[in-house]
Structure formats: C-alpha cells, structure tokens
Nanobody, 115 residues
Framework: QVQLVESGGGLVQPGGSLRLSCAAS????????MGWYRQAPGKERELVAR???????NYADSVKGRFTVSRDNAKNTMYLQMNSLKPEDTALYYC?????????WGQGTQVTVSS
C-alpha cells in the first residue's frame, strides 16, 4: 500500500503563487508515476500535471507555463509549484500515485484563488 499526504493549499489572490507538496510512504518502490489532479465544484476530476519515475512530465493545457511538477526522491515527495494563479484554478487538489494494478489517492488540499 501507499499513503499520500498533501499539504500547501490555501487562499491566494489572483496572480499569486502556492506550492503543494505530496509526501508518499509505504510501498513507494512500486510507484510508476505520480500526478496532481483537481476537482472544482460541479466538475469532473481532471489531470493537472504528472511526473513519471524517470522524470518525464506532462501538463494540462490550462496550466502549461504556469505550473511546474517536480519530485524529490530523497524525501519521497512530489511538488506542484503554481504561479500566476487564476480564479479558475480554484479546486480541491489531489495527489495520485500510479502502480501497475491500481492507483492511490490522497485526501486532497483546497486551493482557492480569490480577491
């Protein structure tokens, strides 16, 4: 099993920045990739950014150039640096770990972008 704990969410003004963290524990050697997803009220959960164990990344078009996903293997932690935040980035952000046969999810951290 894998346990995921997110942190770093909060309230920020438009144009501001936040950094989310996702600490992984348990069977981390089984993780193939990790990602950040988000879900806004009334909308489906969507992929924001993903990073493979080899460091390959991909992003949703809506966040390209503003968000950066990274990973610190020594700390078993994934990060999402979010810059130039917009009100439409408001959502519950979830950390995801992809294993061969199943995925694990964190509890989520709320990001609210508002003046």
């Amino acid at each position: 099993q894998v346990q995921l704990v997110e942190s770093g969410g909060g309230l920020v003004q438009p144009g501001g920045s936040l950094r989310l963290s996702c600490a992984a524990s348990g069977s981390i050697f089984s993780i193939n990739a990790m990602g950040w997803y988000r879900q806004a009220p009334g909308k489906e959960r969507e992929l924001v950014a993903r990073i493979t164990w080899g460091g390959r990344t991909n992003y949703a078009d809506s966040v390209k150039g503003r968000f950066t996903v990274s990973r610190d293997n020594a700390k078993n932690t994934m990060y999402l640096q979010m810059n130039s935040l917009k009100p439409e980035d408001t959502a519950l952000y979830y950390c995801n770990a992809e294993l061969v046969t199943l995925d694990y999810w964190g509890q989520g951290t709320q990001v609210t972008v508002s003046s």
